[in-house]
């Protein structure tokens, strides 16, 4: 069994204590439907489950990815972007996966044991799989875990990893018996220890900060999974993976697997013209349209833990000021978004209100600002602005902003408008600027290059650690230019804390305080709805399962 991590931040230490995903999902039918709404749960996990001798040997399978990726390591902020977490994916593995429920597992295909050997200090042994090799034949032992920790704990800054958040409370990475045996000991306890365990880099990438940072902007990382990358097609957008002949595990019963960027608006088209074998429906009718043209195609849907947001820059301009921002909080209306973007998805609508957990986890609290446009004004009031006729003006220039979304996304383009449209009406004018799918990410997330920016962001099971890395200003993955010094301690009591409920607690205080300063503005949650063509075993909407890339497949005739 090989799962790799469907939302690579795991790999980037970007994890907490898992929160029981216990809250029923209603669903509603679709407004033309006369039916009244019966609220349903849904499963974790709906994707095709059969024993694996009915899964045919041999094959490929087709998917899209927003683009391709802008660089192959999954540690760096670039390497965790849409698509590049999935085509890094099959490729690599950790001792520890995720099971359906969210809990974390061995991996016996990298481990054979996994266990805390002591509480004070935290010291965590684990008996690596001795068959497993890179994809050169270099055995995978303690060195890489090593090299690993000293690349990503932030103690050299020629590094630059996307997060240093677990890394950084590892007091040592040692051999114990062999090396085959991993001991790491903590200087602090930790509560989120098996994020360390996820995936791991080979020793020579690790222990060379050029190599970590830019060797592999247009190659495929060493392979420590079932799949190696054998091709990557920048002109033809296609990533080709094939099975790792040195993989030590199941055979895969894939053949190959082919990553093809396509961008939102060509989806439905390339599902229905039998180009992809599979695409993610979200919050978009157009594509559930399209599917449902596909004879056979299943839809799939499950629980959630993504949120689409407004990412705003303040290094310069009006959102320098956090009461404009916390004005925006006020101004725009989440619920009226979430509305409209699950509209005729026949999804009830569940606005976001936390920068920490989702609202079908544990610990969920709202703590977003109520939407009230008279408080926005006295905020926009109080930060030196005056209602001039239809503009907000200080200092005899008008409060104007831009809001950039990737190119060719209805659902992206649709919620911009939204927002520009509520703004609007209280006199900010909004422009939206579209920038290139394929590098939206990088060029303009990354570097900056953006005043508010829309995008969706995937949740983890392990919420408290995963929002660590967007807001530490030294975080490679704070994209917003500020942060609130008092959350470097909050964020340590919470990683310090094995009470679940104080912990909780923390994490409250910690959304509390990102919510006082206002660095982004969470919109609403995203339906985790899925079309894949029929047959298709293994794959499809999951909340937080790993996917075994040995057992996806095709039925067997």
């Given at each position: 069994?090989?799962?790799?991590?469907?939302?690579?931040?795991?790999?980037?230490?970007?994890?907490?204590?898992?929160?029981?995903?216990?809250?029923?999902?209603?669903?509603?039918?679709?407004?033309?439907?006369?039916?009244?709404?019966?609220?349903?749960?849904?499963?974790?996990?709906?994707?095709?489950?059969?024993?694996?001798?009915?899964?045919?040997?041999?094959?490929?399978?087709?998917?899209?990815?927003?683009?391709?990726?802008?660089?192959?390591?999954?540690?760096?902020?670039?390497?965790?972007?849409?698509?590049?977490?999935?085509?890094?994916?099959?490729?690599?593995?950790?001792?520890?996966?995720?099971?359906?429920?969210?809990?974390?597992?061995?991996?016996?295909?990298?481990?054979?044991?996994?266990?805390?050997?002591?509480?004070?200090?935290?010291?965590?042994?684990?008996?690596?799989?001795?068959?497993?090799?890179?994809?050169?034949?270099?055995?995978?032992?303690?060195?890489?875990?090593?090299?690993?920790?000293?690349?990503?704990?932030?103690?050299?800054?020629?590094?630059?990893?996307?997060?240093?958040?677990?890394?950084?409370?590892?007091?040592?990475?040692?051999?114990?018996?062999?090396?085959?045996?991993?001991?790491?000991?903590?200087?602090?306890?930790?509560?989120?220890?098996?994020?360390?365990?996820?995936?791991?880099?080979?020793?020579?990438?690790?222990?060379?900060?050029?190599?970590?940072?830019?060797?592999?902007?247009?190659?495929?990382?060493?392979?420590?999974?079932?799949?190696?990358?054998?091709?990557?097609?920048?002109?033809?957008?296609?990533?080709?993976?094939?099975?790792?002949?040195?993989?030590?595990?199941?055979?895969?019963?894939?053949?190959?697997?082919?990553?093809?960027?396509?961008?939102?608006?060509?989806?439905?088209?390339?599902?229905?013209?039998?180009?992809?074998?599979?695409?993610?429906?979200?919050?978009?009718?157009?594509?559930?349209?399209?599917?449902?043209?596909?004879?056979?195609?299943?839809?799939?849907?499950?629980?959630?833990?993504?949120?689409?947001?407004?990412?705003?820059?303040?290094?310069?301009?009006?959102?320098?000021?956090?009461?404009?921002?916390?004005?925006?909080?006020?101004?725009?209306?989440?619920?009226?978004?979430?509305?409209?973007?699950?509209?005729?998805?026949?999804?009830?609508?569940?606005?976001?209100?936390?920068?920490?957990?989702?609202?079908?986890?544990?610990?969920?609290?709202?703590?977003?600002?109520?939407?009230?446009?008279?408080?926005?004004?006295?905020?926009?009031?109080?930060?030196?602005?005056?209602?001039?006729?239809?503009?907000?003006?200080?200092?005899?220039e008008a409060l104007e902003l831009t809001l950039t979304v990737p190119a060719d996304s209805a659902t992206e383009q649709r919620r911009a408008e939204q927002i520009r449209d509520q703004l609007g009406e209280f006199g900010i004018p909004v422009e939206i600027a579209s920038?290139?799918?394929?590098?939206?990410?990088?060029?303009?997330?990354?570097?900056?290059?953006?005043?508010?920016?829309?995008?969706?962001?995937?949740?983890?099971?392990?919420?408290?650690?995963?929002?660590?890395?967007?807001?530490?200003?030294?975080?490679?993955?704070?994209?917003?230019?500020?942060?609130?010094?008092?959350?470097?301690?909050?964020?340590?009591?919470?990683?310090?804390?094995?009470?679940?409920?104080?912990?909780?607690?923390?994490?409250?205080?910690?959304?509390?305080?990102?919510?006082?300063?206002?660095?982004?503005?969470?919109?609403?949650?995203?339906?985790?709805?899925?079309?894949?063509?029929?047959?298709?075993?293994?794959?499809?909407?999951?909340?937080?399962?790993?996917?075994?890339?040995?057992?996806?497949?095709?039925?067997?005739?």
């Open positions: 069994m090989s799962r790799a991590f469907g939302a690579m931040a795991l790999v980037a230490a970007v994890l907490a204590v898992a929160s029981g995903c216990t809250a029923d999902v209603p669903v509603e039918p679709s407004p033309s439907a006369s039916t009244p709404a019966e609220p349903i749960e849904l499963p974790a996990t709906d994707w095709l489950r059969v024993d694996r001798d009915e899964v045919a040997d041999g094959g490929d399978l087709r998917l899209a990815v927003p683009a391709l990726p802008t660089n192959y390591n999954p540690y760096l902020a670039d390497g965790l972007a849409p698509g590049a977490r999935d085509v890094i994916g099959p490729t690599t593995g950790g001792p520890l996966v995720f099971d359906e429920s969210g809990a974390t597992i061995v991996d016996e295909d990298y481990a054979t044991s996994v266990e805390v050997t002591s509480q004070a200090p935290l010291v965590v042994e684990a008996r690596l799989n001795p068959d497993a090799v890179w994809e050169d034949g270099t055995p995978i032992t303690v060195r890489d875990y090593i090299a690993t920790w000293q690349a990503l704990n932030g103690a050299d800054p020629a590094y630059r990893p996307a997060s240093t958040a677990g890394y950084e409370s590892v007091g040592s990475v040692a051999e114990g018996e062999d090396e085959y045996h991993l001991v790491m000991t903590f200087a602090a306890p930790y509560a989120d220890w098996p994020a360390l365990l996820t995936g791991v880099l080979k020793a020579s990438i690790a222990g060379d900060p050029a190599v970590f940072n830019e060797g592999f902007v247009e190659r495929g990382m060493p392979s420590s999974g079932p799949f190696v990358v054998t091709g990557i097609d920048v002109a033809g957008q296609v990533v080709t993976l094939e099975r790792n002949p040195l993989w030590w595990g199941e055979t895969p019963k894939l053949d190959r697997i082919l990553f093809r960027a396509v961008n939102e608006d060509g989806l439905g088209s390339s599902f229905s013209g039998d180009e992809i074998d599979a695409m993610r429906i979200s919050s978009n009718p157009d594509l559930a349209e399209a599917a449902e043209s596909v004879d056979g195609a299943a839809i799939q849907m499950a629980r959630g833990g993504g949120w689409t947001n407004v990412l705003l820059n303040t290094g310069a301009g009006p959102l320098a000021d956090s009461s404009v921002r916390e004005a925006l909080a006020a101004m725009i209306d989440r619920e009226q978004i979430a509305d409209v973007a699950d509209a005729g998805l026949g999804l009830a609508a569940v606005a976001q209100g936390s920068f920490i957990f989702s609202p079908d986890q544990d610990g969920y609290v709202d703590d977003a600002p109520a939407h009230d446009p008279d408080a926005g004004a006295n905020l926009l009031t109080a930060a030196g602005y005056s209602k001039e006729e239809d503009s907000w003006v200080k200092d005899g920038a290139p799918a394929a590098t939206f990410f990088r060029d303009t997330v990354i570097a900056g290059d953006f005043e508010m920016a829309t995008f969706s962001r995937a949740g983890s099971p392990f919420p408290i650690s995963s929002s660590e890395a967007f807001f530490p200003l030294a975080s490679a993955s704070d994209f917003t230019g500020t942060t609130d010094a008092a959350l470097g301690e909050l964020y340590d009591r919470a990683a310090a804390e094995v009470d679940a409920a104080a912990r909780t607690e923390i994490a409250n205080d910690i959304d509390r305080a990102i919510w006082a300063y206002v660095p982004m503005l969470p919109l609403a949650t995203i339906p985790n709805v899925w079309a894949v063509r029929e047959g298709l075993v293994g794959y499809g909407a999951a909340e937080y399962e790993s996917i075994d890339w040995t057992s996806v497949g095709w039925i067997a005739a």
